[in-house]
Nanobody
C-alpha cells in the first residue's frame, strides 16, 4: 500500500507560482505511475498531469501545458507539481494519486489518493 500526503498549496495572485509536493510512504513507490488531479467547487475532478513510474514519461492537460511541470524523486518517495503563471481558473483542491504500473502487472486505475491541498489564485 501507499499513503500519500500533499502539501504546498496556498493563496497567490495571478501570475505567481507554487510548488506542490506529494510525499509517499509505504512500499514500492517507484512502481507506481503518479498523477495530479484537481477539483474546483461545483466541478468534476479533472486530471492535470501524469508521470510514469520511472519519470521518463509525462503528460499534461492542455490548459496547463507550458505552465506546469510534474516531476518525481523515487529515492525519496516524492512527487512535485511546479505551477507557474497561475490563473484564477487554476483554483481548486489538488490531489495526488498513485496507480500501480501495468509495467509491473498492475491494472489501470488510481488506487491511492491523498487528502488534497487547496490552491487559490486571486485575480
Amino acid at each position: 500500500q501507499v499513503q500519500l500526503v500533499e502539501s504546498g498549496g496556498g493563496l497567490v495572485q495571478t501570475g505567481e507560482s507554487l510548488r506542490l509536493s506529494c510525499a509517499a510512504s509505504g512500499r514500492s513507490f517507484s512502481r507506481y505511475d503518479m498523477g495530479w488531479f484537481r477539483q474546483a467547487p461545483g466541478k468534476e475532478r479533472e486530471l492535470v498531469a501524469t508521470i510514469s513510474w520511472s519519470g521518463g514519461s509525462t503528460d499534461y492537460r492542455d490548459s496547463v501545458k507550458g505552465r506546469f511541470t510534474i516531476s518525481r524523486d523515487n529515492a525519496n518517495g516524492m512527487m512535485y507539481l511546479q505551477m507557474n503563471s497561475l490563473k484564477p481558473e487554476d483554483t481548486a483542491v489538488y490531489y495526488c494519486a498513485a496507480d500501480y504500473s501495468i509495467y509491473f502487472g498492475g491494472t489501470r486505475g488510481y488506487d491511492y489518493w491523498g487528502q488534497g491541498t487547496q490552491v487559490t489564485v486571486s485575480s
